[in-house]
């Protein structure tokens, strides 16, 4: 029955907290306290709010090159990593044929592609006094030829948190490559959906802060809410200074493990929210190991050496 008193004094056992005032706390995540409720719920699976931070696993390396070195069963080299990311990184066609949907993660789902590492450079054939040449279109590039590979309505079915595109800014098809990502913030941001910069680096790009200050922060200004990037061992607190959203770090390719740990503990401490790492981790000599090591680096606070010496031990239990 409902409750009809019309007094406080008619029910003694009330308390209204007429002297504490109702807070409206602000949001832990950099740049987000103003997004609307679904879109933060979403930041934070992706984010631990208790330090703001992630670990990513990225396993969509398929997308482009097919079945990459540690990535030719993703359930046998992947689902075991799954219990202590934080978010993964992956394909559609992935999610749907391997990841389990029992699964607690939170979602980035690749939302761009359309090449592959075997699309046809585009080149000239020419002939000077009788001896015939080609010659390839200065700065083409052709994996940077994206369009969007999936629709929002597809990413709401798939429970995605964060979409992620791809964007090459300096290359020959920067301006599609940024439209693919604004397209995704004005259809994302609908549904409140994330949306996650990655930035690309072509062979004519130099991979220094000025770059990536450029880079970022352009991806920033046009909506994206989380952007990946590069670490650089050169002003990469500038970087992450200059962008207003969160910054998480891409892996690259395969390091000896001390050294991808002094990156992520490098990176954490200059302004990063959080790593997005594959290939330093599943192409490791013992994967679940480097795993919690990682973990250890961003959410524990544990040094490089710390990180290293946990990977260590729990690849010798392993044995």
Known sequence: MA???????????????????????????????QYDWGLKNRLSKVFNPKDGRTVMLAFDHGYF?????????????ILPLEPYADCLM????????VIP??????????ASGGTSMVSPMEEWEGEIDGKKFKMGRPGFEPLSNESTALTIEE?????????????????????QSLKNMTDL???????GIGVMGVVAVGRAMARNAQY?????????????????????????????????????????????????????ASAIKE??????????????????????????????GLTADQGYAMYQDLKAKKK
């Open 212 to 264: 990536f200050r450029l880079a970022t922060r352009i991806m920033a200004e046009l909506g994206a809410n989380v952007v990946k990037c590069y670490y650089t061992e050169d002003g990469f607190d500038t970087i992450t200074s200059c962008c207003p959203v969160p910054i998480v770090i891409a892996g690259g390719k395969k390091l000896p493990e001390l050294d991808a740990l002094k990156m992520c």
């Open 185 to 191: 913030v004005d259809a994302a941001s609908r549904y």
């Open 3 to 33: 409750d009809i008193s019309t007094s406080a004094a008619d029910k003694k056992d009330k308390e209204y907290f007429t002297n504490v005032p109702q807070e409206a706390p602000g949001f832990f995540l950099k740049g987000s306290h």
């Open 65 to 77: 090159q097919g079945p990459t070195t540690g990535l030719e069963r993703v359930d046998q080299t």
């Open 155 to 175: 990413a709401i079915r798939l429970n995605a948190c964060v979409l992620a595109v791809q964007v090459f800014v300096g290359s020959a098809y920067e301006r």
């Open 90 to 97: 992956l394909t559609r066609g992935i999610q749907r044929s």
């Open 101 to 110: 949907a029992s699964t607690q993660k939170a979602i980035a789902l690749r």
């Open 271 to 300: 302004g990063a929210s959080g790593v997005d790492m594959g290939r330093n981790i599943f192409q490791s000599d013992a994967p679940v190991a480097m795993m919690q090591a990682v973990r250890g680096v961003v959410h524990e």
